[in-house]
């Protein structure tokens, strides 16, 4: 399938303006500015510490920005909370996978399902939990795990769990959906079906996708652009094949190939 | 003299009289238990001239712990009443005396209220005496250290809390009605350091200062006076406790004068000499508190006594307490028909000696009269 | 080659809350060099490792240069003279930088090798005062490899060293790694098999808890058949619970 | 003005006294992360054990408080051996175990020497006053606040010059990682938890010298003043448990004095309050 | 097997029902008779008890929101109601209700405050405002509390169908009633759309937020409604001890409630109850095991602290922390997890040696 060389950006979801965060004064993210367009996959790559996460955790509220802004769907959100951004449409993974320990893959789902509701649906105290129903087998049908509906998230495998984080983040169906290295620690074997798992997000559905990872290989294959993460700044955002041959990246990120 | 030797013949036929004492057994309180129950044990044996019953009847006693907690003597007073106890003793602690009193009245039992000292339980109900003096005779006791109160200027040093407010009302009505002016430093009850409690005490320069102290700080108190210099220039009067806190005045002892309302040895009348005897053999000592349950002992016995050796009747048990007076361990003690306050003499004391050393002495035996407190009207 | 092991686990068994996740490790680390434990997700190849440690309870027999450790108390193994970077990198997040180097220290008698750390990372001498917690990913594995190189080690356990780690910084690991080897022997636990492949001579594979392969890496790897078997490359299987993953995001 | 260096005086002395309880809760919390209930426990202990040296044994007062700090050391030592130890994995059951342990040890006392209070032991040389601008301070206020400031140097120079901090700093996060280099991290907690029982203990001795006597109760009831001193100083820094404790002592004592209904206590209550919400992290804004 | 575990709660229910008229004798557990009063005294405390303990989970357990105040609510509820009939003159009835939405409103209140503070912070600020309350009571102000001797409840102003010993009965109904309220009550919640919320925010709050709710308004409804429940026992309390004591107020109450939740398996369906209920018996009978003549015969050693309940209780309490983590609830699954153990030991190969781990689990 063949891919626009330079995407339009028509409408943009999220707009970044010199965004930046320092702790103690010590710049972390530093004057990041772009915009990403409606359906758009952009994967973020850059050495470790580069602030790749630090970036997600500004986009999604979990820091507060220090500078600059950020606009979703047209929406100043620079100073709204993490709930008021995820009740936007704005979903997220975690680099370490981030579950609920005791509770089962089911009710992981359920409870995301009745989070995108809206808060009100939460506060039905006189209301029975066990709503939902379709979506949640739906959901676990996609992600290959409705055999494992009621084991409680600890009992899963690394895999597993990475595929129930993207269970939650699916059923609440966001617009823009943030991804911190889906494929870290997940074996050899299970990374084509994970891979295959996002692009069909993506693809299928359509929707606005930013993903850290380090697995070239997994990004190239599903990214529009890749943005180059250094030393807290973006260093280039690009197509693939353009940013693979920048002598920059070789040399800050890729390193000679083993 | 007859009733006695029918007992002696069919004691075992006739049944028995049920009496159930709630007391702290354990608690902050239990030494004070441990005196009302060693009393209670000596009165019931004087009382019943060694045989233990009333006319035949076996006077039998069921103890439970309160632990000074007033939601377990209500559930213990239930379980007596329940078990068919019609007279009821104890409480130890004022809290418990003013829950297990309605619970008597509106189970129409006896109840013969023990060391608790707070006013209000005289004059509760109908259904409530007590055996014990209260602080408005412990007041009247400490207003005798100043001859004639009329110009004079007296301070209470308290604690600000029901205690203490009491005491402060207490010498505020007897005092203040003869004509003296009185006013308070009142301490917050977690305060524990009273330095400055006590300068000002020393720059009131009263003429008498009315200490009203319970609790864990009392030794810092008495430090804190001492240290301050109070007792240069003014007359300090407060009660005296269990024996055991003697050495707790340190050496500001021997310069209080003691209100007191009974140390081992007070009296010196022959009940007193009665219970010391029972109270040594059973391997006790009487203190303070001992005489609350000997009394409490004699007004069951001559409760029931009058009633030939039952206690169904509660009325009737309250008739015959009502106005009855005897010789009690601290001289001659009446029953005040119209609150059920027990009319008794109180003392005034002297420490001598320091610290383990010291020894209580009576320095003047205040007659009943002299400090009987106000007639409150019956509540309920 | 077994002979002269510097490190040889017999029989190695592990049973955590009623389940038995090892069933009979055997296992030798040459006395030179790099020795690789493989093995899919879940095959059991962190739990041989901890139990070597004496970080899960464990029976068989574990015997390290003539000693045998299977009875000894985690810190009394690694006074053996046994460095250890864990797979979750056991990073004390709390402390800085330095003083999760600092609590590394070991040999009374000789100074600690920080020269060697900082010329390897440089980052961790500039990063010193911050707190470990905030590091990125690949920072703290900097800090986990730099602890088992402060002592000197006769023996530095790896697991899965470079997971997490920009493939500039994989390869730049590989070359420690490969250093360290020169002076140190070293387990490599690994799921990059171009590294494995790299550094490692011997090898030995865990399939679900239990020894199924021991022998020269580059045999193994050349054999198209045998490493789809043993390693699973290519081939799909949902893999077993792994129940060590921590929760906070 | 007399009044005001009075009330100086002896609010510090308070707040020395609040510091020698708050300072061992303080640093097993910080350390271990134990919040330690049976802590009262542990000064009553001291507290007992130098009474009964200092009277019933009839030694010297000067050789009393040693022995009661000794008492307390290894009281400290059997509950860390026989009972956080084991629990190690739990650390809530910790927590509760010490409840358990809170709840016994004052009974126990209560059991053996009675629920009331005791006179404890002054040594002439301290039951004096001394003159002070004006104002009669008693001479053992300062004895307190010579003595908390030496255990507050005395725990800085530990946590300083030791590993032992970082050791069990480190063993809070992740015992098996701190075993995994090499380090025996059970004997850290044990001598971390002795040294804090050794300060309680200290405590309640010289507690007994402020109170003039002792109770099975006075350790619980200074426990709470002591979590309000911890936590208002950031949760185990023991320099702001100092600072804290100095804030506490001060404030209650004038509060008590110059309020109609003595609003010490509740003013110190407040104080956290409005503390926490303006500054969650507490004074030092160490991790909370 | 399962089939005739889900019957035991009617099965229990039953029985509490049947109690007041039953003269059983229970020697050893009650001291009189199951229908006697003073058992019914005992066993309506021991219900209201595991009822407060079952709304006292609902934080520590459900919402894992470990407060050291909550003691405070079931004590607004207690004095508010005995002074609107002191005070202000109200029927039973009415005071009662307005004892709860006093309680309630400062649930509100305290709660919406103390909420902004997390972890360890909010325990302290909850312990510092039942600690403001509990010196409030025993201050005694402008003579309403009564102070440490507390005030009994007005006699006038109760239905006579609770007073005297002969209604016993009726207070237990009262109390069981009570009982079955929280138990649905808290059950019925948490298995809501916000029981589930609960759930989220007990094993990880930013989780919670990244699906986009505010864990801050679910918890605060979780504190008042804990709050509402406390407030109820209150009254209940007023009606069984007949006053209203400060020591209610106390932290020491707070941490009774954390005793039994603790002692019963906190976050469980029974556990909580089961604990308030074993620990108000033991509270009360470990009392006459102290006074028993078998203990009296002692020799000193073992008769000084076996004659202290508070003793006995500490040391029970720590027992149960040892030796049953997780609470007397989860102990039939300990039991069976060690049952198949033992099974797959003796089927599968026993290794020659054993040695124990350093650590705690491995991180
Ligand atoms: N709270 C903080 N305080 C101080 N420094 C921080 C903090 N959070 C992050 N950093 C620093 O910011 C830098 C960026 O970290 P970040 O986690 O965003 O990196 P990353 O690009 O995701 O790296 P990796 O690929 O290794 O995960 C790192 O150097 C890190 O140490
Ligand atoms: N503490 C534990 N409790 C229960 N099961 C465990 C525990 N630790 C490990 N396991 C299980 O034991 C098996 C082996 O785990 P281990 O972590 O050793 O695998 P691994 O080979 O290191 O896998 P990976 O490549 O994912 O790191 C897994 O199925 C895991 O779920
Ligand atoms: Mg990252
Ligand atoms: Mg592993």
């Excluded at chain 2, 418990?96 to 000292?117: E, H, M, R, T």
């Amino acid at each position: 399938m063949p891919r626009p060389a330079s995407p339009v950006v028509a409408t943009p979801v999220l707009r970044l303006t010199g965004l930046g965060w320092s702790v103690r004064g010590v710049p972390i993210v530093e004057d990041v500015s772009f915009s990403v367009g409606e359906g758009e996959f952009i994967a973020f790559i850059g050495p470790n510490g580069a602030g790749k996460t630090s970036l997600f955790n500004l986009i999604s509220g979990i820091c507060p920005a220090s500078a600059g802004s950020l606009e979703l769907d047209g929406a100043d959100i620079t100073a709204e909370s993490v709930h008021a951004r995820a009740r936007r449409g704005l979903g997220r993974t975690f680099q370490t996978s981030s579950l609920w320990p005791a509770t089962t893959v089911a009710d992981h789902v359920r409870l995301a399902a009745q989070a995108a509701a809206g808060p009100r649906a939460s506060y039905r105290i006189w209301r029975r939990a066990d709503r939902y129903a379709d979506q949640v087998a739906e959901t676990l049908a996609r992600t290959e795990l409705a055999h494992r509906a009621d084991t409680p998230a600890s009992a899963l495998s690394h895999g597993e769990k990475r595929k129930l984080e993207l269970a939650v983040l699916l059923v609440s169906d966001p617009r823009l959906i943030l991804l911190d290295e889906p494929m870290a620690g997940v074996s050899a074997e299970e990374v084509p079906a994970l891979t295959e798992l996002i692009r069909s997000v993506h693809r299928d559905l359509g929707r606005t996708v930013l993903m850290v990872e380090h697995h070239m290989d997994v990004l190239l294959g599903l990214a529009d652009r890749v943005a180059v993460m250094h030393h807290g700044t973006l260093l280039a955002l690009d197509t693939p094949d353009a940013v693979m041959a920048d002598a920059t990246v070789q040399q800050a990120y890729l390193g000679e190939a083993l | 003299g007859t009733a006695g030797t029918n007992a002696a013949d069919g004691g075992g036929a006739k049944s028995p009289v049920k009496v159930g004492l709630v007391y702290s057994r354990t608690g902050p309180l239990a030494a004070y238990g441990k005196q009302y129950l060693e009393g209670f044990k000596a009165g019931l044996s004087y009382a019943t001239k060694g045989s233990g019953a009333v006319d035949g009847h076996r006077i039998e006693i069921e103890e439970q712990d309160d632990a000074g907690d007033p939601a377990k003597a209500v559930s213990a007073a239930k379980d007596l009443i329940g078990k068919g106890h019609k007279i009821l003793a104890g409480s130890t602690a004022s809290g418990v005396a003013l829950q297990v009193g309605p619970i008597a009245a509106q189970n129409k039992v006896l109840f013969i209220s023990g060391p608790a000292a707070a006013d209000k339980v005289t004059g509760l109900n109908k259904y409530t005496f007590r055996s014990g003096r209260q602080s408005y005779q412990d007041i009247r006791t400490a207003a005798s250290f100043i001859g004639d109160a009329k110009g004079s200027k007296v301070t209470v040093l308290a604690q600000d809390n029901a205690f203490g407010q009491a005491n402060v009302a207490a010498v505020k009505a007897v005092l203040g009605a003869q004509g003296a002016t009185v006013d308070a430093v009142l301490a917050p009850p977690s305060a524990t350091d009273l330095t400055p409690f006590a300068t000002q005490a020393r720059t009131a320069k009263p003429d008498l200062l009315f200490v009203a102290w319970a609790g864990d700080t009392s030794a810092a108190l008495w430090t804190a006076l001492n240290q301050q210099d109070v007792f240069a220039e003014t007359k300090v009067v407060t009660g005296l406790d269990l024996a055991a806190s003697y050495p707790l005045f340190g050496p500001a002892g021997e310069k209080i004068s003691f209100l007191n309302h009974y140390f081992g040895g007070a009296a010196g009348t022959p009940v007193e000499k009665a219970m010391d005897e029972a109270v040594t053999a059973a391997g006790g000592k009487s203190d303070i508190f001992t005489p609350d349950g000997f009394t409490a002992a004699q007004l069951i016995v001559h409760a029931v006594e009058a009633n030939h050796g039952s206690a169904d009747d509660t009325s009737a048990l309250v008739k015959a307490l009502e106005g009855w007076s005897f010789d009690g361990v601290k001289g001659r003690t009446t029953v005040r028909a119209e609150d059920h306050a027990l009319l008794q003499p109180m003392f005034q004391v002297k420490l001598t000696g320091n610290g383990a050393a010291a020894r209580p002495s009576v320095a003047r035996t205040l007659t009943a009269d002299e400090v009987a407190p106000p007639v409150t009207p019956m509540a309920g | 080659m077994p002979a002269a092991a510097l490190l040889s686990v017999r029989d190695l068994r592990v049973v955590i809350d009623g389940l038995h996740i090892l069933h009979g490790v055997d296992l030798d680390v040459a006395p030179t060099g790099v020795t690789a434990l493989l093995g899919r997700n879940g095959a059991g190849k962190t739990t041989t490792v901890k139990a070597v440690m004496g970080l899960v309870p464990r029976t068989g027999s574990v015997r390290f240069a003539g000693t045998e450790l299977v009875s000894l108390p985690t810190h009394l193994v690694v006074r053996q003279g046994i460095g250890y970077a864990p797979e979750d990198r056991g990073i004390f997040a709390g402390l800085t930088v330095a003083e999760n180097l600092r609590l590394a220290e070991r040999d009374r008698d000789a100074e600690p090798a920080y020269h060697l750390v900082h010329e390897l990372f440089p980052e961790l001498k500039q990063r010193a005062g911050q707190l470990a917690g905030t590091l990125s990913g690949g920072q703290q594995q900097m800090v986990a490899i730099g602890r088992t190189l402060l002592n000197r080690n006769r023996l530095i356990i790896a697991d899965e060293p470079t997971k997490g780690l920009a493939p500039k910084i994989v390869a730049e690991v590989a070359d420690v790694l490969a250093r360290a080897a020169e002076a140190v022997p070293v387990l490599l636990v690994e799921q990059n098999l171009a590294l494995v492949r790299r550094l490692a001579g011997t090898c030995a594979v865990l399939a679900d808890g239990r020894t199924a392969h021991r022998g020269d890496t580059a045999e193994l790897l050349a054999d198209e058949d045998a490493a789809r078997r043993l390693l699973g490359v290519g081939g799909r299987r949902p893999g077993p619970p792994a129940v060590t993953e921590e929760v906070n995001p | 003005m007399d009044t005001v260096v009075l009330l100086s005086c002896t609010g510090l002395g308070l707040g020395a006294l609040y510091f020698l309880v708050a300072s061992g809760l303080s640093l097993i919390f910080g350390l271990m992360d134990v919040l330690n209930f049976a802590h009262g426990a542990l000064l009553s202990v001291g507290a007992y054990a130098t009474w009964w040296a200092g009277t019933e044994a009839g030694l010297s007062f000067w050789l009393a408080v040693p022995f009661g700090t000794l008492v307390g050391t290894a009281a400290a030592v059997l509950l860390e051996l026989f009972l956080i130890r084991p629990l190690y994995s739990r650390p809530r059951d910790q927590i509760l175990a010490t409840v358990g342990v809170g709840l016994a040890v004052p009974a126990l006392l209560m059991g053996v020497w009675g629920a009331d209070a005791r006179p404890f032991p002054q040594p002439a040389l301290l039951s004096g006053t001394w003159h002070v601008l004006g104002a009669t301070v008693p001479v053992n206020r300062f004895v307190l606040v010579a003595a908390a400031g030496l255990l507050l140097l005395a725990l800085r120079l530990f946590l300083a010059r030791t590993r032992y901090g970082l050791i069990v700093r480190a063993g809070v996060e992740d015992r098996a990682m701190v075993t995994a280099l090499g380090i025996d991290v059970r004997r850290a907690f044990t001598l971390v938890f002795a040294i804090g029982g050794a300060a309680a203990a200290l405590g309640g001795a010289l507690g007994g010298l402020y109170f003039g006597s002792v109770n099975p109760g006075q350790g619980t009831g200074l426990l709470i003043f002591a979590f309000v001193v911890v936590v208002m100083g950031g949760m185990g820094s023991v320099t702001g448990a100092a600072v804290a404790s100095v804030c506490v002592g001060l404030v209650q004592q004038f509060a008590n004095y110059y309020t109609t209904a003595g609003l010490g206590d509740l003013s110190v209550v407040v104080l956290l309050a409005v503390l926490l919400l303006v500054r969650p992290r507490g004074l030092t804004g160490r991790l909370a | 097997m399962h089939g005739s575990l889900r019957w035991w709660p009617i099965a229990l229910l039953i029985l509490l029902l049947v109690i007041p008229y039953s003269a059983l004798p229970v020697p050893g557990l009650l001291d009189g008779p199951l229908g006697s009063p003073g058992s019914l005294q005992l066993i309506a405390l021991c219900l209201l008890y595991g009822a407060l303990a079952t709304g006292y989970d609902l934080l520590l357990g459900r919402t894992g929101l470990l407060s050291f105040g909550h003691a405070l609510y079931f004590a607004t509820g207690l004095y508010a109601t005995n002074l609107g009939m002191l005070e202000l003159g109200l029927p039973f009835a009415a005071a009662a209700a307005f004892g709860v939405a006093c309680a309630v409103a400062l649930a509100l209140l305290l709660g919406s405050v103390s909420l902004r503070v997390t972890g360890i912070g909010f325990s302290m600020v909850t312990l510092a405002f039942a600690q403001a309350g509990s010196i409030l009571v025993q201050r005694n102000p402008g003579g309403i509390t009564g102070g440490e001797e507390g005030r009994s409840a007005p006699a006038g102003r109760l239905p006579s169908a609770l007073l005297g010993i002969e209604n016993t009965a009726n207070l237990y109904w009262i109390a069981l009633a009570y009982l079955v309220l929280t138990l649905a009550a808290v059950h019925w919640a948490v298995g809501s759309p916000i029981g589930r919320v609960w759930q989220g925010i007990k094993e990880n709050e930013r989780r919670v937020e990244v699906l986009g709710l505010r864990p801050y308004g679910y918890k605060l409804v979780a504190f008042v409604l804990a709050g509402a429940l406390a407030a109820v026992g209150g009254v209940v309390y007023l009606l069984l001890t007949g006053g209203a004591t400060p020591q209610a107020a106390t932290s020491d109450a707070t941490l009774s409630l954390l005793v039994m939740v603790v002692l019963g398996g906190s976050g469980t369906r029974w556990g909580p109850l089961l604990g308030g209920v074993l620990y108000t018996w033991a509270g009360h009978r470990l009392g006459d095991l102290a006074n028993s003549a078998a203990v009296a015969d002692l020799p000193a050693v073992l008769r000084v602290p076996l004659s202290q309940p508070l003793f006995l209780l500490g040391g029970l309490f720590v027992a149960v922390v040892y030796l049953l983590p997780g609470g007397l609830a989860r102990l039939p699954a300990r039991i069976r997890a060690a049952r198949s153990v033992r099974s797959a030991r003796s089927a599968g190969p026993v290794g020659a040696t054993g040695a124990r781990p350093t650590g705690g689990s491995p991180a």
